[in-house]
């Protein structure tokens, strides 16, 4: 049995909690509640608005939160459709929002959906089991070149041309189906030396079918500024990455953000008007201690980035 243990908690606390008023805090990627639950805990007067587009998931954590009754409220989608509907869906601005973009331990523990290539599990990787192409119809339909580019893209695997012509290989003998022997392929396809680095060789490739498969980037890079627009005048947005891509994302948003001028660099006198929106309280990404990595290994690349919107 496995143990979900929130990550940069104290960190994220200090960053998004006051206990000084009454807060309207959303958290748009709710998981199994970790997060949630210490902010509620720690604040009588937080109220919080949970998103999470995984069933099973969505109802761990109302498990968890049930016993701050009507100080929760929850809703089953994705987080693009929650900030698309917000005005329609809570009555004011809230002051807190909060992603925390990995995935759910449940997912890799207890899912069964082929997110780990510890088990033979069905190759499924998605987070809303209702909705879209499984990893093993993307296998399945991809050509040689579109897996190489997904896995190049999404997983940033320098082995992804011998991956994706040993997937094709193996696919045109039989279907792959399960995890394992996915993760079979892949070690097979790499150099030996690769085999045994710091990280099993079919981590980055399992990174880019489960990105791709429940579109991950282009969610986020749609609900930065969504979300951005609903958060109060004074409120703030802390958001917790876990791989470059994302954090690229975020970073060049958060930046552009901070910056009162819009204009291209080439250009010798600001013609936008632009004013500054928001101001960085975290110039650079702030990580776990070693005590924590030790304590919770998933921690390790964590990465939290922090910003105030401007009145």
Same mark, same amino acid.
């Given at each position: 049995? *496995?143990?979900?243990?929130?990550?940069?908690?104290?960190?994220?606390?200090?960053?998004?909690?006051?206990?000084?008023?009454?807060?309207?805090? /959303?958290?748009?990627?709710?998981?199994?509640?970790?997060? =949630?639950?210490?902010?509620?805990?720690?604040?009588?007067?937080?109220?919080?608005?949970? !998103?999470?587009?995984?069933?099973?998931?969505?109802?761990?954590?109302?498990?968890?939160?049930?016993?701050?009754?009507?100080? !929760?409220?929850?809703?089953?989608?994705?987080?693009?459709?929650?900030?698309?509907?917000?005005?329609?869906?809570?009555?004011? $601005?809230?002051?807190?929002?909060?992603?925390?973009?990995?995935?759910?331990?449940?997912?890799?523990? =207890?899912?069964?959906?082929?997110?780990?290539?510890?088990?033979?599990?069905?190759?499924?990787?998605?987070?809303?089991?209702?909705?879209?192409?499984?990893?093993?119809?993307? /296998?399945?339909?991809? $050509?040689?070149?579109?897996?190489?580019?997904? /896995?190049?893209? *999404?997983?940033?695997?320098?082995?992804?041309?011998?991956?994706?012509?040993?997937?094709?290989?193996?696919?045109?003998?039989?279907?792959?189906?399960?995890?394992?022997?996915?993760?079979?392929?892949?070690?097979?396809?790499?150099?030996?030396?690769?085999?045994?680095?710091? /990280?099993?060789?079919?981590?980055?490739?399992?990174?880019?079918?489960?990105?791709?498969?429940?579109?991950?980037?282009?969610?986020?890079?749609?609900?930065?500024?969504?979300?951005?627009?609903?958060?109060?005048?004074?409120?703030?947005?802390?958001?917790? $990455?876990?791989?470059?891509?994302?954090?690229?994302?975020?970073?060049?948003?958060?930046?552009?953000?901070?910056?009162?001028?819009?204009?291209?660099?080439?250009?010798?006198?600001?013609?936008?008007?632009?004013?500054?929106?928001?101001?960085?309280?975290?110039?650079?990404?702030?990580?776990?201690?070693?005590?924590?990595?030790?304590?919770?290994?998933?921690?390790?690349?964590?990465?939290?980035?922090?910003?105030?919107?401007?009145?």
């Amino acid at each position: 049995m *496995y143990i979900h243990k929130p990550v940069l908690l104290n960190e994220a606390m200090a960053a998004l909690n006051d206990q000084k008023e009454e807060l309207v805090f /959303i958290d748009a990627t709710l998981g199994e509640g970790g997060h =949630a639950v210490a902010f509620l805990s720690r604040n009588p007067r937080l109220i919080l608005f949970g !998103v999470e587009r995984d069933k099973s998931v969505m109802e761990r954590a109302r498990k968890r939160l049930d016993r701050f009754g009507g100080r !929760v409220r929850l809703f089953r989608m994705d987080y693009c459709e929650f900030f698309r509907s917000l005005t329609e869906l809570v009555d004011r $601005s809230p002051q807190r929002i909060f992603f925390d973009l990995g995935v759910s331990m449940f997912h890799y523990q =207890a899912s069964g959906r082929g997110f780990s290539f510890r088990r033979p599990e069905a190759l499924d990787m998605r987070l809303d089991i209702e909705k879209g192409m499984t990893a093993a119809e993307l /296998i399945a339909t991809s $050509s040689e070149e579109e897996l190489r580019n997904l /896995i190049r893209s *999404y997983g940033e695997e320098r082995y992804a041309s011998g991956i994706s012509a040993a997937i094709v290989r193996q696919r045109e003998r039989g279907v792959i189906e399960d995890s394992k022997g996915l993760a079979e392929i892949i070690w097979k396809a790499v150099p030996p030396p690769y085999r045994y680095g710091r /990280i099993h060789p079919a981590t980055r490739t399992f990174q880019a079918l489960r990105i791709a498969v429940n579109g991950e980037l282009d969610l986020l890079e749609a609900v930065l500024p969504l979300a951005f627009a609903c958060l109060s005048n004074g409120g703030r947005m802390g958001i917790i $990455s876990f791989h470059s891509l994302e954090d690229r994302i975020v970073k060049r948003f958060f930046r552009e953000r901070n910056k009162s001028c819009t204009c291209p660099p080439e250009s010798p006198i600001c013609q936008c008007g632009g004013q500054r929106q928001a101001r960085l309280l975290t110039r650079k990404p702030v990580m776990a201690t070693e005590a924590e990595i030790q304590d919770n290994p998933a921690s390790r690349s964590a990465r939290l980035r922090v910003l105030e919107k401007i009145a």
